[in-house]
């Protein structure tokens, strides 16, 4: 059996969106002959949330390599009278830039964090890395991003040992979403640091078209035939097993994750409202869920509608997928911005796996065009009242004559199952190591 490192920040117990990639490919590379060797971070780690129970996914004899990480946010707490157990991450870091102390962890963040802030993780981890390909035969190197610090541990690693390395982008890197603005100097390395793992790894592979074609635009010479496009998708078997069971007396419409900044449920809160002026009875058969970190204005914003909006704080990703089951639809909000053009979220995928019907909030872009591809629901702009005001007129006259909605067919979906990309992830090693 080949063996692969893997170098990534996020793995159990941290919890949430990003650790779902790289642990549904540890999981699933020992059936299709590679052995996973995991360099990451120790469990006491700052991650924005925790979910232990994911560590009874990871194959029994896997090995686990974590290193020691100075985490700068326990600063940004100093700096911002943050609270000790208020979860702390670039959403956070990213929404509320108005006092001087937030402006000035801000500046901090982007003059001296590059290309993040787990940046002072690397010289450990390297370290680490050394050990185990000194103690061991490795095949290859993969590492998963962001953050982008594990794109620079492996490009040593890959410089010191001349194995092959795979670079994976879950996001695109300089400007991207929650990339800080930085000034001249800083940007400037941080676009030599993007550079510089695009040229040397052997493979680099993007989770949507959109963030390749965004990494080549700012890298023209870079090699646009050494890319793969491997989606995120959903585990078939954490659904397995499990039977839903959607509320009989109740429609309900069912977010999950995070809601903060730009990701803003605005539209669907007015839509709500007029909805519920206009047809006061449907007060008694509709609700609408959110499931995860919310940002506390949209909380208190939450409170006007009483019962028809039921606010459930961060769940465990078993939970988070019971959750999808038991629901009448799924709810989506895609941020109303251009880069979001070329994003699909994770918790799309899940979604889809779930089979329910989707109510997207999204511009026109990848997350809408795969909804529409799939016939996998109704996809609305952010900022139309009007047409998601309708769709929630018409799924809840349909509910009501039926008391359920059409589903996803099977075969539709199968090729985002997690086990089958992880079978084309393994191509992509097996001919760099033939």
Known sequence: MKKVLIISYYF????????????????????????????TVREDAGFPVRDPSLFSEIPKGIQ???????????????????????????ATLSRNRSSLSEKFSQFIRSTLFIPDARCFWKKNAVREGHKILNSQPIDLIFSSAPPYTCHRIA???????????????????????????????????????????LEHADRCITVTQGIK????????????????LIPNGYDGEDFQNRKGNPPKNHFVLTYTGSLYGHRSPEALLTALEKLLR???????????????????????????????????????????????????????IVDDAPASKSIITGK???YIGAKKPILALA???????????LYAGTVVHPDDVN???????????????????????????????????????VEVFNRLVE
């Open 155 to 197: 490009r040593q690693l890959k410089k010191d040992s001349h194995l092959p390395w795979v670079a994976d982008f879950r996001d695109s890197w300089v400007g991207w979403l929650s990339a800080p603005k930085r000034w001249f100097l800083p940007r400037w390395i941080d676009r030599s640091m993007e550079h510089s793992v």
């Open 278 to 332: 206009k047809y006061p009875q449907a007060r008694s058969s509709i609700r609408i869920r959110f499931i995860g970190r919310v940002d506390p204005q949209f909380l208190e914003a939450f409170k006007q509608f009483g019962e028809v909006i039921e606010y459930i704080p961060y769940v465990s990703h078993s939970e988070s997928i019971q959750a999808l089951l038991d629901t009448t639809a799924l709810l989506l």
């Open 64 to 90: 686990i390599h974590r290193t020691k990480i100075f985490e700068p946010y326990n600063l940004y707490r100093v700096l911002t009278s943050k609270k000790k157990e208020e979860s702390l991450d670039i």
């Open 348 to 350: 799309l995928y899940e």
């Open 363 to 373: 511009p026109e872009g990848e997350a809408s065009q795969l909804i529409h591809s």
């Open 12 to 39: 159990p117990p941290s919890g949430g969106a990003g650790v779902q990639r790289v642990l549904k490919f540890v999981k699933y590379f020992p059936q299709f002959g590679w052995e996973p060797v995991v360099l």
């Open 213 to 228: 074609e965004d990494l080549l635009s700012r890298n023209l010479r870079i090699d646009s035939n050494k890319w793969d």
């Open 387 to 425: 047409g998601i005001q309708n769709t929630l007129e018409i799924w809840l006259d349909i509910w009501k004559r039926t008391k359920s909605l059409l589903k996803i067919s099977d075969n539709r979906i199968d090729q985002f199952d997690r086990k089958n990309l992880t079978k084309q992830l």
